[in-house]
């Protein structure tokens, strides 16, 4: 189940691997099928001022990320599986932000894995990514990524309402 979910993350496009193929769109489904087009939804808090992104890992064992901040900016990048079982990945914004998330935690009930990491700006990010993250995430039958002092409510599919 680790391999399922532990791609995470947040804002160094590096090379792909030839075995992952062209990634799907940013928008419509998202399939946790196994399979080298595996896709898992991906949400992160950046900083402390309830900045985020939202976007989605896809691959298996390793991947591209693909996704966008509350900002409206872009951001795409790689995450991979290390020897020691860890989720790593980088990320790199169209506007030049980058971050580095290692993934170190799972929730086992609903299969979230739980990175952390910086951006090139020295923000803090805590990543959650999973088939079933926003069940992960869901407080009081809302889900709510826990950005900023109110948190960012999600809508049923994990995109943020801002």
């Known amino acids: 189940m680790l391999r399922l979910i532990l791609p995470i993350a ?26 080298p ?3 898992v ?7 402390t001022q309830g900045r ?4 989605r890992a896809i691959g298996w064992n390793e991947g ?5 901040n509350s900002d409206g900016v872009s951001c795409r990048g790689e995450w991979r599986i ?10 790199t914004c ?5 971050a580095s998330v290692t993934a170190d935690y799972q929730d086992y009930e ?14 803090r990010v805590i990543s959650y990514s999973g088939a079933h993250v926003v069940e992960f995430l869901r407080e009081d039958g809302v889900p709510v990524l826990p950005c900023g002092a109110d948190g960012i409510e999600l809508d049923g599919d994990g995109v943020p309402i801002s």
Do not use: Y
């Not at 591209?64 to 966008?68: E, S, T, Y």
């Open 52 to 55: 985020w992104f939202a976007g």
């Open 10 to 35: 947040l804002l160094g496009a590096l090379p792909v691997a030839a075995q992952v193929q062209a990634p799907r769109p940013v928008e419509g489904p998202c399939i946790a099928d196994g399979s």
């Open 64 to 68: 591209q990320l693909l996704g966008r």
């Open 41 to 47: 939804k991906n949400l992160a808090c950046i900083g």
């Open 94 to 98: 169209k506007d030049g932000t980058t």
């Open 110 to 123: 609903t299969g979230t894995a739980i990175g952390r990491g910086t951006t090139s700006a020295g923000e």
């Open 37 to 39: 087009q595996n896709c």
């Open 82 to 91: 290390d020897r020691n079982g860890l989720g790593r990945s980088e990320l």
